[in-house]
T-cell receptor
Framework: KAGVTQTPRYLIKTRGQQVTLSCSPI?????VSWYQQTPGQGLQFLFE???????NKGNFPGRFSGRQFSNSRSEMNVSTLELGDSALYLC????????????FGPGTRLTVL | TQLLEQSPQFLSIQEGENLTVYCNSSSVFSSLQWYRQEPGEGPVLLVTVVTGGEVKKLKRLTFQFGDARKDSSLHITAAQPGDTGLYLCAGAKAGKSTFGDGTTLTVKP
């Protein structure tokens, strides 16, 4: 069974631009969560989608948004990029209704210049 | 507010040594997961513990969940260079997972 895939793996943007990251969960998994990982803050929860609905949300500004499609694939969007948005963005999928045991993708490394 | 504290933050040991890393909280969790992450990759789930006092073994790794379900430990016996990585614990509560900041382990040959 294929694992969680994320595209692109690396991305370089400049301040003020926007970016869209994509995540394809493991087949059959309906919950997708997004995390931001930085050396100083660790793994920070962004949001979780289940059956196309945002079920949980972390403490990030409205510039961070996401959505989930009927095939469970998910995208997250960051608008008006800031230098501090440089991070590894991780997507995780889970089988059950509660995203406890999560399977992570390799991440998208975003660099904002 | 950091709900999960991991210690030590960094650990560098020689191959063959034993080690224990800790994950502590003042909150009670319904379950707790341990993950290992290698540079440039996403975390990989190692184990889930659910019952207070539960002990699980995965080859040379032993995981324990505290009796009160507030803390956990990971013990590695005879560490190998392949054990090098970032070890993360995650506590589950009300359908949400909170991650600790991790322990970076380096095992030198």
């Amino acid at each position: 069974k294929a694992g969680v895939t994320q595209t692109p793996r690396y991305l370089i943007k400049t301040r003020g631009q926007q970016v869209t990251l994509s995540c394809s969960p493991i087949s059959g998994h309906r919950s997708v969560s997004w995390y931001q990982q930085t050396p100083g803050q660790g793994l920070q929860f962004l949001f979780e989608y289940f059956s196309e609905t945002q079920r949980n949300k972390g403490n990030f500004p409205g510039r961070f948004s996401g959505r989930q499609f009927s095939n469970s694939r998910s995208e997250m969007n960051v608008s008006t990029l800031e230098l501090g948005d440089s991070a590894l963005y991780l997507c995780a999928s889970s089988l059950a209704g509660t995203p406890i045991e999560q399977f992570f993708g390799p991440g998208t490394r975003l660099t904002v210049l | 507010t950091q709900l999960l504290e991991q210690s030590p933050q960094f650990l560098s040991i020689q191959e063959g040594e034993n080690l224990t890393v800790y994950c502590n909280s003042s909150s009670v969790f319904s379950s707790l997961q341990w993950y290992r992450q290698e540079p440039g990759e996403g975390p990989v789930l190692l184990v889930t513990v659910v019952t207070g006092g539960e002990v699980k073994k995965l080859k040379r790794l032993t995981f324990q969940f505290g009796d009160a379900r507030k803390d956990s430990s990971l013990h590695i016996t005879a560490a190998q260079p392949g054990d090098t990585g970032l070890y993360l614990c995650a506590g589950a509560k009300a359908g949400k997972s909170t991650f600790g900041d991790g322990t970076t382990l380096t095992v030198k040959p």
